[in-house]
């Protein structure tokens, strides 16, 4: 899928100018992302939001909660990252920077794996670490806050992987939002299930072993294929 | 191999399972007449306006198309 | 030489042609055979044990769950064809296969969910199965929404083949999961009848029946396909003299 220009790396050591091409979008994108703090903060502040409307929602009792929290933190984990990802390739596209970057010779599946990775670290890994502050608020039972933290930053990566694909198959939508989410969340079903139940496990006093193998195994998994194919999907995208 | 019930209320009735048993092979068999019988009337239907359209075209008798109004049909 | 035939399948006007004699023994095998298996499986298969005269909804439960999941495959395998030897017709059975495989995915959560109410009390379980089948349904309905979203008709191909292979390399992951999770949860208020083995007087109008629906599917596909042709081609002039001729 990825193009190689190989008239123009003759004489360059070949690696040097793949992860150029990697460290350059990852350096671009970060630096865009720091820039727009406003929208570094929003998923987190729907992720705190709608933690706190599911007291007001169910009950405040913390026995009832407990039970919940493993479950909700994760839903609302996911959701929030769905929120994010409608973003992830939507200004690139606008502004035509998306054209430059698939002209440039450097490969696709880098590229995206270096925006992918850039959006983890804005969304995904904020909100594993404010996670722990919501199991609080839930009355989480103590053995789930590692469990919590581990599955998330695992699981968190991985639905940035698989998102990419649906953000970039709607990047040339005006409305794609909406059909962002549906398209993508059926996708998610699997991490969800397996970072919900390694939190659950741990609390129960059960090994989380084989969920986080999992969970690992998805991400080994979605960094192989995720990227060719939000790589193709964004030539549909963009070429129309 | 035999009719396995004794009168046909019986068989409508089967043993008071008779209506979740019939509301599926109801619904079942509508979604099948629908999936045949759709296309093919709107296959009708597209050559039907593709024969008027060719026919308004050719007794005009000049080389403008006519205007393509039928609808793009939505699954 | 021997490729011949697969070169022509993707013009859609061999393939229209063709079709056109295939179509009346397509429908009246299907048909005959839904007739078959259905009276069959309604008034002379033995009623079973446990569960009575419900059980007779298995008939078309089982086969539309079949074909359900395999019509998500052959969608995403012609949306394959399309994208690697750019072949028109791919495009055009991708397109069709959607809104068949979404009604019959339908058509197996509605009859699971009618055959729940009498065997096991209520009319929707979280069971590992039904709810992989509702979670395919998901991806039916988002390869459509993904279709009628662009107004470029090759983009609408390209996007959806690429999710529905997506799709097809999540299925399995899916089903597992889901599985595992059912296994972790499942409630003990709620006894399921195994599957145990299933008498040859039962087993053969639901062997009918899933080759019925097979059938069925097949021809569906290839109405849905016709229609789709003609209005992608109508500028052409085989379409013109056809309709001409009608």
């Known amino acids: 899928m990825t193009t190689v220009n190989t008239q123009q790396s003759k004489g360059v050591v070949q690696d040097v100018s793949f992860w150029a091409g990697f460290l350059a979008t990852f350096q671009r994108d970060i630096t865009l992302a720091y820039r727009n703090q406003g929208e570094l903060f929003n998923p987190l502040i729907f992720f705190l939001i709608v933690i706190t409307m599911v007291p007001l929602g169910i009950t405040p009792d913390p026995k009832m909660l407990a039970v919940l929290a493993p479950g909700m933190i994760w839903v609302v984990a996911l959701l929030a990252t769905l929120l994010s990802l409608d973003g992830l390739f939507r200004s690139d596209f606008e502004d035509g920077t998306l054209e430059q970057i698939m002209l440039s010779p450097n490969p696709l599946y880098l590229t995206v794996l270096a925006k992918v990775v850039v959006h983890w670290l804005v969304t995904g890994l904020p909100l594993t670490l404010l996670a722990p502050v919501l199991g609080v608020m839930l009355s989480l039972p103590a053995e789930g806050y590692g469990a919590l933290l581990l599955s998330l930053f695992l699981g968190t990566a991985t639905l940035s992987l698989i998102g990419s694909i649906g953000a970039a198959l709607t990047v040339g939508l005006r409305k794609g939002g909406l059909l962002l989410s549906l398209i993508v969340m059926p996708l998610y079903a699997?991490?969800?299930i397996f970072g919900a139940s390694s939190v659950s496990s741990a609390i129960e006093g059960i090994g989380i072993s084989s969920q986080v193998a999992v969970l690992g195994a998805f991400l080994a998994f979605g960094l192989m294929l995720a990227p060719f194919a939000t790589a193709g999907a964004l030539r549909v995208g963009v070429n129309g | 191999m035999q009719f396995q019930f004794d009168n046909l209320s019986e068989f409508f009735n089967m043993a008071g399972h008779g209506p979740y048993v019939w509301v599926c092979y109801l619904v079942t068999f509508i979604a099948i007449g629908y999936l045949l019988i759709a296309p093919i009337r709107t296959q009708k239907k597209l050559l039907k306006s593709y024969k008027r359209q060719e026919q308004v075209a050719q007794s005009e008798n000049s080389d403008a198309p006519a205007s393509v109004t039928e609808a793009k049909q939505s699954w | 030489m021997a490729w011949?035939?697969?070169?022509?399948?993707?013009?859609?006007?061999?393939?229209?042609?063709?079709?056109?004699?295939?179509?009346?023994?397509?429908?009246?095998?299907?048909?005959?055979?839904?007739?078959?298996?259905?009276?069959?499986?309604?008034?002379?298969?033995?009623?079973d044990a446990k569960q009575g005269n419900s059980y007779r909804i298995i008939y078309i439960h089982v086969p539309a769950a079949f074909l359900a999941l395999a019509g998500y495959y052959i969608m995403a395998i012609s949306g394959a064809i399309g994208m690697i030897w750019r072949m028109k017709v791919s495009f055009v059975v991708l397109r069709a296969a959607a809104p068949i495989g979404a009604i019959l995915t339908f058509v197996s959560l509605f009859t699971g969910a009618v055959w729940g109410k009498p065997t096991w009390g209520t009319w929707w379980v979280w069971d590992a199965r039904i709810t992989s089948m509702l979670i395919l349904f998901f991806l039916y309905l988002g390869v459509m929404a993904l279709q009628n979203a662009f107004e470029s008709e090759d983009a609408a191909n390209k996007a959806s083949a690429i999710l529905a292979l997506v799709g097809t390399v999540n299925i399995p992951i899916i089903y597992k999961s889901v599985d595992w999770w059912y296994t972790l949860h499942q409630p003990a208020t709620i006894k399921f009848t195994e599957a145990s083995t299933i008498d040859p007087s039962m087993k053969y109008p639901l062997l009918i029946m899933v080759i019925g629906f097979y059938v069925l599917y097949a021809t569906a596909l290839i109405l849905k396909t016709r229609t789709e042709i003609l209005q992608k081609e109508r500028k052409a002039k085989w379409v013109k003299d056809l309709a001409l001729a009608s």
């Open chain 1, 190 to 192: 699997p991490v969800l």
């Open chain 3, 4 to 47: 011949t035939w697969f070169h022509q399948l993707g013009s859609p006007r061999w393939f229209y042609e063709k079709s056109t004699a295939w179509l009346p023994w397509l429908i009246s095998i299907a048909l005959i055979l839904l007739a078959v298996g259905s009276i069959w499986g309604l008034g002379f298969a033995p009623a």
